[in-house]
């Protein structure tokens, strides 16, 4: 590879990135090694370039993989491919990163495996009821309420949450987003927020992995602990006013390490969790996604809604949840969202 790359050749454009930013020869030549195989299957059996790459082209180049990788491997190349596309798109390069789906239906394979533990309700009832932490409960209730990724908690922002509440409006002179106008009482996330990137004037250090932007009911427990929550909630230096900041780093926004500790944690005191354990048995931060995408499914029977909930992308699902918010959306989750308090 020549020493100054072209953004004609975006694999060798992002290579050179990878070198500022200090990886090593070794893990240079992996990723290029990756993504020139990619870029050779893309042009000879789709006969397009790497910017016209859709999310079906790369789901068939993942699919060429398993025969003859283990799945650790395919997950590993996956990952190198997202992780060029997202920088691809940040510097404004490409248009689209068309690997955000396919990991996510991957981790979707992941969450169906019949084989990972099963919790019931009552189960996770009394789990709930062991955290007496206000920041620790306010988080795992916030992931079993709504389904969102580890990392879009993290990055919500106090803007990002109303409530019906005059005590916590009147505790926080930020407001909240227009977005919510007229939905009292439910939260937004964005998929704006992205490694690196500055959103609401701070720099985000975690990802959201939706590309459009949900608003998720708070039915009356989950706004019970929020309210909670926020009473002892420390002041923070953080420009973006996170809804979730640490305790003991005093004010600095939680990030996906915290919250794994933390959920840690207390599964392991539950025996939820073991070191050197698989998905199949540790709960995980990732795991109340899991529960929540089964557990709503079921009650519900509608899978529309979960997966406009889940932040899964289909136009033809968001424009029919959006445009019809309160009779589908909150109505459906007031009636079937299960009690965990």
Not at 289 to 299: A, E, V, W
Request: aromatic share 10%; hydrophobic share 35%.
């Amino acid at each position: 590879m020549s020493e100054t790359a072209n953004p004609d050749d975006p694999v060798g454009y992002f290579l050179q990135d990878l070198t500022y930013h200090g990886k090593t020869e070794r893990t240079r030549e992996a990723y290029e090694r990756v993504l020139r195989e990619f870029e050779s299957f893309i042009e000879t059996e789709r006969g397009a370039t790497l910017a016209e790459a859709t999310q079906r082209s790369c789901m068939a180049w993942v699919h060429t993989l398993r025969g003859g990788r283990a799945p650790s491997t395919v997950a590993s190349y996956a990952s190198y491919l997202h992780r060029f596309y997202a920088y691809m798109t940040q510097v404004g390069v490409f248009e689209q990163n068309p690997m955000t789906l396919v990991l996510e239906e991957m981790d979707e394979s992941i969450d169906t495996d019949p084989a990972r533990r099963e919790i019931m309700l009552p189960e996770m009832r009394e789990f709930v009821a062991d955290i007496e932490h206000p920041l620790d409960r306010g988080v795992v209730v916030t992931l079993l309420k709504t389904g969102m990724r580890v990392g879009e908690l993290c990055n919500l922002d106090v803007q990002d949450i109303y409530l019906d509440d005059g005590e916590v409006q009147n505790a926080f002179d930020t407001g909240h987003r227009g977005a919510l106008d007229g939905r009292p009482d439910s939260l937004y996330v964005s998929p704006e927020p992205s490694r690196g990137v500055v959103v609401n004037g701070e720099e985000r250090t975690e990802s959201n992995k939706r590309r459009r932007a949900t608003v998720i009911p708070v039915d009356p427990e989950l706004k019970r602990v929020l309210k909670r929550w926020l009473a002892v909630r420390p002041e923070t230096q953080a420009a973006g006013e996170p809804l979730f900041c640490s305790t003991s780093e005093w004010g600095r926004r939680l990030t996906i390490g915290m919250v794994g500790q933390s959920v840690q944690s207390h599964a392991t005191q539950r025996g939820w969790y073991r070191t050197g354990g698989g998905a199949e048995e540790n709960v995980t931060p990732h795991y109340f996604r899991h529960f929540f995408t089964t557990h709503l499914r079921d009650r519900t029977g509608d899978r529309g809604i979960v997966k406009y909930l889940r932040g899964d992308v289909a136009d033809d699902i968001i424009d029919t949840y959006t445009h019809n918010w309160g009779d589908r959306v909150r109505e459906t989750y007031d009636e079937h969202i299960y009690s965990l308090l």
